[in-house]
């Protein structure tokens, strides 16, 4: 993969701070992934074995009750909890037009988080910084 993948990677919290080249290894671990006006990209429920990043396109974000809890636009992102855990999807996506994504299957991950300590421990540094920010009392 190229620059616009590295670039599209960079971007995300996840893999912030990340050197280049474990930035390179991870986006050549990616592959682009199309989808029609419509369809299901997650279920929510279902495991989570891949993490997305929108290149191209919208995308809405559907809670329990088919509700639309947000819309994700061109460089956002979404599957990062079960990338990390591999556990039920928290929320269903659908493709709100054609839709291009940078799709990173858990298992490739893995691989490379087994075969690179660095990237490890940034995401832990990742995930630590999540908790501080959920455990601090609310200013007022």
Known sequence: MGRRERDALAQVPLFAGL??????????????????EGAKVVRQ???????????EGEAKVLGPSGRVLSRLLPGEYFGEISLLDG???????????????????????????????????RLLNHAASMLRRLERPAAG
Do not use: Y
């Open 19 to 36: 050197p280049p080249r474990h930035l390179k290894r991870l986006s050549d671990l990616t592959e682009e992934r199309r989808f029609m």
């Open 45 to 55: 429920g279902d495991s989570g074995d891949a993490f997305f990043v929108i290149l």
């Open 87 to 121: 556990g039920p999807r928290t929320a269903t996506v659908v493709a709100e037009t054609h839709l291009t994504t940078l799709t990173l299957s858990r298992g490739s991950f893995l691989k490379t988080v087994r075969g690179e300590p660095a990237v490890a421990v």
